[in-house]
């Protein structure tokens, strides 16, 4: 994440003066130096070859890439940019913000909350109820700037990972994951699955994951993978959600291990989703990492389970990660920091900006519920 943006304020630039526009082949160079800008401000050591930005602009907007948009000033320079994909929590659909990057001399003159804000109008878009980001902890600034937008913060979480494909779990001596069968998420699965992941009874009038699993609009996602562990008798006793994620950095697609929730704490069970998605990554080519977001109160459990695929915890240097998040209300009153109708209800998608016929709204949720983790 850029540590170098902050509030727009009297002395920023006016918003009138910015406008985002799609990662076009004619901008694909200065999208290129922007990505190249934080790759050298945090110290990322592997280099970066010419072809790469031919690469880089293919994936954008395109099936096992990422989504973006640039943003311009008046003189139509490009002065920054925002890079994210679609991710699934366990209260439905959001988007992942990948990075946020506003060009050294443009820095400090509200460049990243016209950003942000933009983003917000692109979540409305995609129906998402909420964008969701990790950051280093002591990045001071950045905190700053995400504390003062409504960003939620949650230190009680981490990610771990696993460079490469997430090969199937090397020790078994202990466990009997065969005496379990992971498969997809069916539309039948909703009740169950929607308890275990998003821990509320079915008489929960907030359907949340359960409503979108129903509706088949995130088990018919390809950038989605939902499983869930059976026993021999055919009952649930686990599940899992996971997406695509995408590194701009290493320019590679991987796959993020968002949940996963188990009716016992069972090793074996746990073992069966992760080859499950093992496997999944494998076949999708997702090959550049896998990454696995846990409660830090389960680490107990986890440890051994990681140790037996290979994952450490995904640091910053010494720094942890710290997952941050914005919805709801905070979400509304970000997107309205700038004119709405002059994104033109854009969608990216396929490297064009596709036209809403109508305003679109952001889906409502139970702020209560929304609140618990990401």
């Known amino acids: 994440m850029d540590d170098n943006y902050a509030d727009a304020g009297t002395k920023n630039r006016p918003f009138q003066e910015l406008k985002i526009i799609p990662v076009s082949e004619n901008y694909k160079e200065a999208f290129f130096a922007l990505i190249q800008e934080q790759a050298e401000q945090h110290a990322f050591t592997a280099p970066h070859k010419t072809e790469d930005i031919d690469a880089l602009w293919r994936l954008v907007?395109?099936?096992?890439?990422?989504?973006?948009?640039?943003?311009?000033?008046?003189?139509?320079?490009?002065?920054?940019?925002?890079?994210?994909?679609?991710?699934?929590?366990?209260h439905g659909a959001g988007l992942y913000l990948e990075d946020i990057v506003t060009t050294r001399s443009e820095r400090k003159k509200g460049i990243g909350l016209f950003a942000m804000s933009k983003l917000a109008n692109v979540s409305q878009i995609h129906d998402a109820s909420y964008i969701a980001w990790e950051c280093a902890r002591s990045n001071s600034a950045a905190q700053k700037f995400y504390n003062g937008i409504g960003a939620e913060r949650f230190e009680d979480r981490h990610t771990w990972r696993k460079f490469g494909l997430?090969?199937?779990?090397?020790d078994k001596t202990t466990l009997n994951p065969s005496a379990y069968k992971a498969r997809a998420v069916k539309k039948s699965d909703a009740e169950v699955v929607g308890e275990l992941l998003a821990g509320m009874p079915s008489s929960n009038a907030d359907g949340g994951l359960r409503k979108e699993i129903h509706e088949e609009t995130v088990t018919k996602n390809g950038d989605f993978i939902l499983a869930v562990a059976e026993n021999s008798e055919g009952s649930v006793i686990g599940a899992g959600i996971a997406y695509r994620s995408f590194s701009t950095f290493r320019i590679v697609s991987g796959l993020h291990v968002e949940r996963i929730a188990l009716k016992e704490q069972s090793s074996a069970v746990a073992v069966a989703l992760l080859d499950y998605f093992a496997n999944e990554q494998r076949d999708r080519g997702w090959n550049g990492h896998l990454d696995f977001t846990i409660d830090n109160d389960a680490a107990d459990f986890w440890k051994p389970v990681f140790n037996r695929y290979g994952l450490s915890p995904l640091e910053y240097g010494d720094d942890p990660m710290v997952v941050r998040r914005i919805s709801g209300t905070s979400m509304n009153v970000l997107a309205q920091k700038t004119d709405f109708s002059a994104v033109e209800n854009l969608m990216l998608q396929n490297n064009e900006l596709v036209v809403s016929k109508r305003p679109a709204k952001l889906r409502p949720h139970n702020s209560s519920t929304m609140a618990v983790d990401p």
């Open 61 to 90: 907007g395109k099936p096992q890439g990422i989504r973006a948009f640039l943003v311009v000033d008046a003189t139509e320079k490009a002065v920054g940019t925002v890079t994210y994909y679609p991710c699934l929590n366990r």
């Open 166 to 170: 997430l090969k199937q779990a090397s």
